[in-house]
């Protein structure tokens, strides 16, 4: 019983927004919202927890000013000391204003690649892997929410209907 | 509408009045003669800590001679030196003659006296240097402050006119915050004016290449004539001035006319309006951070230094929205302003701290790795004697604001804002500071009373004519087409 959900499908993202509001405030469990774009407050709308893509993305960006750090150190300081713009002094600090722009890069060639590879791990994405969303049109045009059913199928379809979608589904989930 | 709290009123009046007694005190107190300044080194080099301090102020000296006559060798060296005695004031066809008669005796006069003489004239050089840096001391802090304030309302005309450019529907219900502010302009732009044109008279010795005498001995300076000379450099301040002022005028009458009407007429005047002024804007701001700024240091340049002043005084004027926005929000009188709207000014104070941050270190660096001597100085000034201020700035606009407006959270807690908002603000004042004192006063710089007083004066004006503007109209442009978006605007 508890593997059937409905779809309900609609074809603007205020409707949808309204709606997800709506599904909320009756105590509905909404499983997932699948867009065709990024429908902006629809994470708050829905109840989902903060990110803490951020936080990483931080750590990322630390990693990545200490790898600079201790390259630009190894190659330019140690390995094969190098007069920098006519100031042969051999330190890395003093030399630092050269570096700043390395320094920099890498932070955020770190934070940003890591970060995306984080998002793909996160959201289980990964090259062949087969689509996720149950209809097609949600990849076009349509916005579908799925939502879980206990027992109330036949109130729940008169609740959405009345709440502007186009199309409502009962589904049976394997 | 909001009426202006007779405290604030009060306390705009105090820091006026505050404001005027210590400029005053700061004109009065500087030297009037090479006496005062020997009395004054004297008293110096006695005191516990004065024998360092005058040491580096020597070293200073040297420096900032081989930089003011760069080039030249030491006969013109000497011509200086005795024209500098000349009065300032004089008016200039009489200095011209005296420069004549000068350039054909002074040849026989340095070989002919001994080594002795030479001291001594060198040690009223020095006197006369230092007294110079002693009397613009005074003009300079309020030069600095003059400038600051009326820079920070253009900015938040420029952010208002990219406003309305992009046809932003988060900002409109902080339009006329923004108008509020920039009612300040016309006040600054004329003060500003009238300091402009008293250096012109050589009332105060902020741009030496003002100075007749300067620029005969200084062949790069003399160079430059064509550009820096004061008919010009006066009737390029006055078009930029007027300029700014004319778009501001015209915007906000047509944002007022919006209010009544029954079309957008208004709204795509002003569109077609603030397109126009910002193209006018980032060709005259350029211009005008080299006419009033970067030509103190005149034998020093940088070609992004228009973008940096800009940078600078940008984030201040987004800081200034921001706290006008808080303190009128916490009036109650802006009731659609939410914490979005806050949010997004935090945004703006961080992001362009690091833009600052980024110009800031551009020009340094560029600098710092060719190492080519008549640009290093102007970094070895700033580092060697105004080495606090220098690298307090950095602390204040980029390490500070990084670290405490990174977090989304802070970007909406109130206290926190009013503290970035007013480290920022001291951070970009004092950035000011290092860009016109070391030119004009050198080693002598210290933030005393000139300085504080300067600042509380132009403060005082400054909340009392924004204030009193905001009592003016109603604080939401009720008709502008995005203003219900605005007043929904939900991050």
């Known amino acids: 019983m508890s593997n059937k959900v409905i779809y ?50 931080f750590l990322y960006g630390c990693v990545g000013i200490s790898v600079a750090t201790a390259m630009m150190n190894y190659i330019m300081i140690q390995d094969w000391p190098q007069d920098i713009g006519g100031k042969p002094s051999f330190s890395y600090i003093e030399n630092m204003p050269a570096f700043v722009p390395i320094m920099f890069e890498l932070t955020v060639f770190f934070a940003a690649h890591l970060m995306v590879i984080t998002f793909y791990m996160r959201s289980k994405l990964w090259p062949f892997k087969e689509a996720e969303n149950p209809d097609v049109r949600t990849t076009d045009d349509h916005f579908l929410m799925e939502v879980a059913v206990n027992d109330n199928e036949e109130e729940l379809i008169s609740f959405f209907q009345s709440t502007g979608a186009v199309e409502v589904k009962v589904i049976d989930k394997h | 509408m909001y009426t202006f709290s007779s405290k604030l009123k009060t306390l705009s009046f105090i820091l006026m009045a505050v404001g005027v007694l210590g400029i005053g005190y700061g004109f009065l107190t500087a030297p009037k003669d090479i006496q005062d300044v020997e009395k004054l080194l004297a008293a110096e080099s006695h005191g516990g800590h004065g024998e360092a301090k005058h040491e580096a102020s020597t070293t200073a000296e040297s420096e900032h001679e081989s930089d003011a006559t760069h080039n030249l060798g030491s006969e013109e060296k000497n011509v200086e030196g005795s024209t500098a005695v000349v009065t300032p004031t004089g008016d200039s066809s009489k200095v011209d003659t005296a420069k004549v008669v000068e350039d054909v005796q002074i040849e026989p006069v340095v070989k002919k006296e001994g080594h002795v003489v030479s001291e001594e004239a060198d040690h009223t050089e020095h006197l006369n240097h230092v007294l110079h840096q002693l009397q613009n001391k005074p003009w300079s802090a309020l030069y600095v402050a003059c400038i600051f304030f009326m820079l920070v309302s253009l900015g938040v005309l420029v952010f208002y006119a990219i406003q309305q450019v992009a ?84 915007s906000r009458k047509n944002c007022l006319a919006q209010d009544e009407s029954n079309d957008n007429l208004n709204y795509k005047k002003n569109f077609k309006l603030s397109a126009m002024f910002l193209v006018f804007f980032i060709v005259s701001e350029s211009i005008m951070s080299w006419d009033w700024i970067m030509s103190i240091d005149p034998h020093w340049f940088s070609t992004l230094f228009g973008w940096y002043v800009f940078a600078s005084f940008f984030v201040s004027s987004i800081t200034t929205i921001a706290l006008v926005t808080l303190y009128l929000k916490a009036k109650g009188v802006l009731e659609h302003v939410n914490t979005s709207h806050i949010h997004d000014l935090a945004k703006f104070m961080f992001g362009f701290s690091i833009f600052w941050t980024y110009l800031w270190f551009s020009q340094y660096m560029l600098i710092w790795y060719a190492n080519i001597p008549e640009e290093v100085t102007y970094y070895i000034t700033r580092i060697e004697l105004y080495n606090l201020p220098f ?56 933030i005393g009373i000139s300085e504080i007083a300067s600042v509380l004066f132009f403060l005082g004006l400054f909340i009392y004519v924004v204030f009193t ?16 978006e605005s007043k929904h605007f939900h991050y």
């Not at chain 1, 997932?32 to 990483?56: N, Q």
Request: hydrophobic letters at 55%.
């Open chain 2, 391 to 446: 690298f307090g700035a950095v602390v204040m606009n980029f390490v500070f604001p990084l670290l405490i407006l990174i977090n989304t959270d802070f970007k909406r807690i109130t206290w926190v804002l009013v503290m970035a908002g007013v480290v920022i603000l001291g951070g970009h004042y004092i950035d000011f500071f290092n860009m016109i004192m070391p030119g004009t006063v050198g080693d002598r710089w210290f």
């Open chain 1, 8 to 57: 309900a499908i609609y074809n603007d993202d205020d409707i949808l927004m309204d709606a997800v509001k709506k599904t909320r405030a009756a105590h509905h469990h909404i499983e997932e919202v699948f867009t065709p774009f990024p429908v902006h407050g629809l994470d708050k709308a829905m109840g989902i927890a903060p990110t803490r893509l951020a936080i990483c993305a």
């Open chain 2, 167 to 250: 046809q932003a529907g988060w900002s409109p219900v902080l339009f006329r915050v923004m108008q509020g502010i920039t009612a300040y302009l016309p006040v600054g732009s004329v003060i500003f004016f009238i300091v402009l044109l008293l250096s012109g008279f050589h009332l105060n010795h902020l741009f030496i290449w003002l100075d007749p005498e300067v620029v005969a001995s200084d062949k790069l300076i003399a160079n430059k004539a064509g550009y820096l000379n004061f008919p010009f450099w006066i009737i390029r301040a006055a078009i930029f001035l007027i300029g700014w002022n004319l778009y501001r005028y015209y």
């Open chain 2, 469 to 484: 503007a905001m009592t003016k109209v109603p604080l939401l442009a009720k008709r502008n087409p995005f203003i219900e």
